[in-house]
């Protein structure tokens, strides 16, 4: 495989990113890989928690003949923007001109190309999954314009809908999810605390939502700590079903049974919403971050797990599945 450098605008900034080709000639199947939240570079590293989700499924991928395009979010790594200004909308509007310009690339074929996200950018996924685009239909008329007697015919913008630990309720039932599955894995000594202060973390967490709701800044001080309010605001409201109800294109869903961030039953949900064909696995000790976690789940973990690779068989699902569906005998 090899690595192109290609860059792309959105919004008026200038996104930068890899595109990662395999070995022969194309031109090539692709997926546009989307990471986790938060300030987080083209290969999901944070710089205090450097993940590697998107940039070893680049490699995997590149091994079964895939190509990918990976990018920097907005203010962060090679991107220029500032990432606490920029809300939860507009990183779809960045990930929908991050597709086109993955689609326009002469090494590949635009009518096998995937999306792939990962947690948040599993959400961006679907949202840019159930976008179609017109497709005129024989002897519609001609010209630039859709002109006289055009189709209504559409097709959807991608081939393949890759979900990595999607979620599947309203942002603000899942970040309430969150907190009730959180307090009991705190460590002993936090939770004394908040014992010894009577505070209830679910009714803390729902409070300062309320806080947030009133804020109408791009980023505001909540607990004394300067916050994303305008992504917040725009995830608390945000209901993934209403996406996932708009994408024919094959899906796959796969979360860890001992996913803190987001329900594993969450997949159940999924199934229920998308139309087209849905395949879903939960993996018994997979986490958040897909990596395997004996023992009770904890965020704990994390940094230690993170020195490890990607789940082996997470690669392997999602490798397998994207080659099957973006053959040319699928698209035929």
Known sequence: MHDIDLTFDSAGHRFAGTLTLPEGDGPFPAALLLPGSGPVDRDSDH?????????????????????TYRYDKR?????????LATGFLEGMTDAAAALAALRS??????????????????????NLAATVEPSREP???????????AGTAARP???????LSPSAKPGAETLRWQAER????MPAAVRWLLRLTRTDLVTKVLKNHERIRRTTTDVARIGG????????????????????GGIHAPVLAVTGEKDLQVDPADLARVADSVPGPVETHVIPDLDHILRRQPGPPSLRAYRREAREPVDAQVKAIVTGWLTERLSPDARS
């Open 47 to 67: 710089r205090r928690l450097p993940l590697k989700v998107t940039r070893e499924l680049a490699e995997a991928l590149a091994a079964a003949g895939i190509a």
């Open 75 to 83: 203010g962060v790594g090679a991107s220029t923007g500032e990432f």
């Open 105 to 126: 690339r002469p090494e590949i074929d635009p009518s096998r190309v995937a999306v792939a996200g990962h947690s948040e950018g599993a959400l961006i996924a679907a």
């Open 139 to 149: 002897g519609s008329g001609s010209g630039d314009g859709p002109g006289p007697g």
């Open 157 to 163: 913008v991608v081939a393949a809908v890759v979900l």
């Open 182 to 185: 959180l307090a009991p894995s």
């Open 225 to 244: 700590v300067r916050i994303n309010a305008r992504w917040t605001r725009e995830f608390l409201d945000h209901d993934p079903v209403a996406d996932l």
